[in-house]
Each structure stands twice: as structure tokens, then as C-alpha cells.
């Protein structure tokens, strides 16, 4: 069972479950561990994963800093195409996993490994979203999932082992809630909010002030866009992590991006989430109100057809995939125009645009104005509405 198995690279974080885990599968298949860590932005001491990786058992210890590329291959492809799944959730973990496992599957052939392994349970969408990475980019490599094998199936086994293997666990209660954390989002699930009527608990939020803590004055900001992407605030240019870290700031100090949803995983079952993403909130809101003046009607029609579609994809783990390949392509098309500055007042939990202005604008004042003009023939409009009415004519001449 283990004998082709010479090495192996777990997604690692120095929580719980994957210490467990590395130590579980050292064990089980009798070979080194790599324990393998990303930095997509999460508050964390690398130095002290770093240790208690080693100490746990691993061979070695890998920490890849993917902030800039999670947010400039990622993030903003996704905030091109306004991913948005079921109307309200903007996927900040559903990005993040793709990144995560693309390194993944580059550290596992750097070292020389034929295996991979996560510590995602069999419950949850993650499993899909870095197992279908793992096959997309190196099908050759072996899948291990401990929590589809094993019978440390409570936090109660799990603390057991840990315990019994002398593994260092911070002897603090359970929390109440379970969550994940990258540049764009944190997430809180589990726990006390499995219960959908459960408000969550104002000491949870990490990100953000409540919209009733927030100043009484408005902050007014400029983002600037190039092709779909922001590029600056206030005139400044920053990097795309840097960018949305500015964001982040300005947002959670106004109580902005919070969102309490039930949403379907795409394994089958309904799951409640609360969410905070105060950057991409505010970039989603500039992002759709530039292109209210640089996108051609019937392109935005086609596009927004298409977002839906997108950002299940997103979801459900297909990063990797033709069609996904085929709607980045034609997302990133439609965004050849959306360039300009765009002007937002935050406020208590809103993010409200008030003004507009790009080189690329197809608001001509000349034409929508209400003064007299000389570029517009009303009577022209009289014409427009009869052929429009004509089948509405012939339905009510036939009684219908």
C-alpha cells in the first residue's frame, strides 16, 4: 500500500488537524513528511509554523509567499469578470485554493515526492477544489485525504492523538467557530453558526468595525483602473497585495464587507457562512460603476450572462479548466475599455460610488442632456416605438 510512496507534501498550517495529520502520516507510510505551507496573506508567525512543523516530525519545512500573485493572477481575474456566487458571496477561499495547491504540486516535484496530502474534511468543498488542482497540473501524483480514511472523526480523537503523540496543542477552549483567512476575506464557519438563526457574536469580526462603530464622517476615496484592474487610490500606485491591503484597512474602518449567507456546497448540502471582505466589496462596487460608463450595453448583456456561470466554476474547484480558460479569455476581452478613476464615499458599512470620469467614456453629456441639443432628433423616437409595439399590436388585434 505504501511501498511506492517515498515522499509526501501536506498542505500544512500548524493547527490542530494538519499537525495531527502530519504526524499521522509519517506513521501510516513510513516516509518523510515535506510540510508545506502558503502565506496568501493570513495573520500568522511563519517562524513558529516553521518550528512546530519540525517538531511534529516533518523533514522539512516549505513557506511560500504567493500574496502578490494570489492577488494579481486571482483576485483581480476574478474581479474582472465581477464573480460574484449566488448573488452575494465574492469566493474568497474558493480563490485562494487553486494558488494553494498549484505550489502544492510545484514543491511536491522540487522535492522529488509522489504524493500529496490535505487536511480538508470529506464534507466540504475544498477536497474537490485542491484535489481537481492536483489532477489538472500532475495527474501522476498520489492523493492522500486523511479525513476519508482515518477514524479520528471528532476534535475530541484528534486532541487525544495529539496528546498521546506529544504533539503541542494550545490547551485553550474549543472555539466557537471555525475560520479561514486570506487577503481578500476571512470566513467563520461551523460551531455556533450552524444554527442559521444564531447572530454572530460582535467579538468574531477581525477585519472590521460594526457599520454602528464606524465614524460619523465619511471617507472619500479615488481608485484608479487600467483594463479592469485597480492600480491606485488616491493617486498613489501600489502593488496588487499592497493595493487590496489599503483597501482592506479603508473598508473594515467603516464597517464594510461584512455578509451572513447560506449558500450550497457543491457536494450537495446547504452551509451558513459569515464572511468579512471589506477590499473586494469596495473594488467590486468601483469595478461595476466605471463600467457603467465604458462598456458597450450589449457587451455588459453578454458578460453579465456569463458571470454566473463563472464563478460556479470558481466554487466548485474548475480554476484549471478549459471553459474556465475559454471565460477568462472572453472576461478579459470585454475589459480592454474599463479604464478611469472612480470616486466612493464609505460610510457605515456602505460604499456608495459619487463619481466617475474615464478617457474611454461613452456618456456623451451632448446627447443625454436636457437642455436643447443639436445632436438628438426626438421625433426620430416616435418611429422607435411603433416597430417595437408591432407584435404587442398583433397580439392585441388577435385578442390575445
Known amino acids: ?23 499521522w502520516l509519517a506513521e501510516k507510510y513510513q516516509c518523510p513528511i515535506i510540510a508545506f505551507s502558503a502565506d496568501v496573506g ?56 487553486p494558488i494553494i495547491a498549484k505550489e502544492q504540486v510545484r514543491v511536491a ?27 489538472a497540473l500532475n495527474p501522476k501524483l498520489k492523493i492522500i485525504a486523511p479525513w476519508r480514511m482515518w477514524d479520528l472523526n471528532s476534535r475530541t480523537k484528534l486532541m487525544a492523538y495529539a496528546e498521546a503523540h506529544q504533539i503541542p496543542v494550545p490547551v485553550t477552549k474549543a472555539k466557537p467557530y471555525s475560520s479561514d483567512e486570506n487577503l481578500l476575506h476571512i470566513s467563520f ?46 493617486g498613489e500606485r501600489l502593488s496588487p497585495a499592497a493595493l487590496l491591503a489599503r483597501l482592506n484597512t479603508l473598508g473594515g474602518a467603516n464597517g464594510i464587507g461584512r455578509l451572513d449567507m447560506v449558500e450550497n456546497r457543491f457536494v450537495g448540502m446547504k452551509s451558513r457562512g459569515v464572511y468579512e471582505t471589506p477590499g473586494g466589496t469596495i473594488m ?28 460556479e466554476l470558481i466554487y466548485n474547484g ?33 460604499c456608495v460610488p459619487v463619481g466617475r470620469k474615464s478617457d474611454n467614456s461613452l456618456y456623451q453629456e451632448s446627447f443625454a442632456t436636457f437642455e436643447e441639443d443639436a445632436v438628438y432628433t426626438q421625433s426620430d423616437a416616435g418611429g422607435f416605438i411603433r416597430l417595437n409595439a408591432l407584435r404587442l399590436k398583433i397580439q392585441a388585434l388577435k385578442g390575445r
Do not use: C
Open 189 to 234: 464557519e461551523g460551531g455556533i453558526l450552524e444554527d442559521p438563526w444564531n447572530e454572530p457574536e460582535a467579538s468574531m469580526f477581525k477585519l472590521s468595525v460594526s457599520p454602528e462603530q464606524a465614524p460619523d464622517r465619511p471617507t472619500y476615496i479615488e481608485i484608479e483602473y487600467e483594463r479592469g484592474n485597480p492600480v491606485a487610490i488616491d
Open 42 to 97: 493570513q495573520t500568522e508567525d511563519w517562524e513558529a509554523v516553521r518550528a512546530k512543523g519540525l517538531a511534529t516530525g516533518a523533514e522539512k519545512v516549505v513557506i511560500s509567499d504567493l500574496r502578490e500573485e494570489f492577488v494579481r493572477d486571482y483576485v483581480f481575474a476574478a474581479f474582472r469578470a465581477n464573480a460574484i456566487y449566488e448573488g452575494s458571496y465574492l469566493l474568497g477561499t474558493s480563490l485562494a485554493r
Open 284 to 311: 467590486r462596487v468601483a469595478h461595476r460603476d466605471l463600467e457603467t460608463i465604458t462598456l458597450d450595453r450589449e457587451v455588459m448583456k453578454i458578460r453579465d450572462s456569463l458571470v454566473p456561470r463563472y464563478s
Open 318 to 350: 474548475f480554476w484549471f479548466s478549459p471553459e474556465m480558460r475559454l471565460l477568462q479569455g472572453t472576461m478579459d476581452a470585454a475589459q480592454q475599455p474599463v479604464s478611469g478613476v472612480v470616486r466612493l464615499k464609505l460610510y457605515k458599512g456602505n
Open 1 to 23: 500500500m505504501t511501498s511506492d510512496i517515498n515522499k509526501i507534501v501536506l498542505a500544512y498550517s500548524g493547527g490542530l488537524d494538519t499537525s495531527v495529520i502530519l504526524k
Open 109 to 135: 516535484a522540487a522535492e522529488g515526492a509522489a504524493a500529496v496530502s490535505h487536511g480538508a474534511t470529506g464534507k466540504g468543498n475544498d477536497q474537490v477544489r485542491f484535489e481537481l488542482t492536483y489532477l
